[in-house]
T-cell receptor, first 115, second 111 residues
């Protein structure tokens, strides 16, 4: 019954590989996000989608590409993985209301290790 | 099942007074806890964390207390300021494990 689920939870891969992380929410939320957690535990927004439409695209390398087939899913594809991509990636969702994000809910994270 | 719970969806406090935000967890294996603050339409920002080997960690106006026997942590903000009005999330994890977030507490600090 997980509200926001990410798969896989752990991903160990070699440099240069291409990998995807999937995110699904069953809350009926309109907006989904991808964050990267840095070594100091700060969460940096990468992308945000509202009803399958990209609304935030922060400065991330072109190797990162989000895909939203429907409003319940937001997948993150990463090409040509580099060592610096190693981090925990969080998916989140919310029901955006004017001036607020209602019911903001996080996934449990995907720990990506590039070797 | 929710491993981290914030049972108060909202809290209202007068400026200058103490704000206490609470968080309960069920998994005794968690060994690291974090607090994030989130303003509307912005991403969460990291506030403060605590390891399970400590029972208190202080950073300026923010102090986090950990009671392992009660599986409870709390965030104290003293003195509270209107700019502290935001949603606060607690999170818990164990080394190299998944993170579990609470559902958030909306703090309103009244001038």
């Amino acid at each position: 019954d997980t509200a926001v689920s990410q798969t896989p939870k752990y991903l160990v891969t070699q440099m240069g590989n291409d990998k995807s992380i999937k995110c699904e929410q069953n809350l009926g939320h309109d907006t989904m996000y991808w964050y990267k957690q840095d070594s100091k535990k700060f969460l940096k927004i990468m992308f945000s989608y509202n009803n399958k439409e990209l609304i935030i695209n922060e400065t991330v390398p072109n190797r990162f590409s989000p895909k939203s087939p429907d409003k319940a899913h937001l997948n993150l594809h990463i090409n040509s993985l580099e060592l610096g991509d190693s981090a925990v990636y969080f998916c989140a969702s919310s029901q955006a209301r004017t001036g607020d994000d209602y019911g903001y809910t996080f996934g449990s994270g995907t720990r990506l290790t590039v070797v | 099942d929710q491993q981290v719970k914030q049972n108060s969806p909202s809290l209202s406090v007068q400026e200058g007074r103490i704000s206490i935000l609470n968080c309960d967890y069920t998994n005794s294996m968690f060994d690291y806890f974090l607090w994030y603050k989130k303003y509307p339409a912005e991403g969460p920002t990291f506030l403060i964390s605590i390891s399970s080997i400590k029972d208190k960690n202080e950073d300026g106006r923010f102090t986090v207390f950990l009671n392992k026997s009660a599986k409870h942590l709390s965030l104290h903000i003293v003195p509270s300021q209107p700019g502290d009005s935001a949603v606060y999330f607690c999170a818990a994890t164990r080394w190299s494990g998944s993170f579990y977030f609470g559902s958030g507490t909306k703090l309103n600090v009244k001038p």
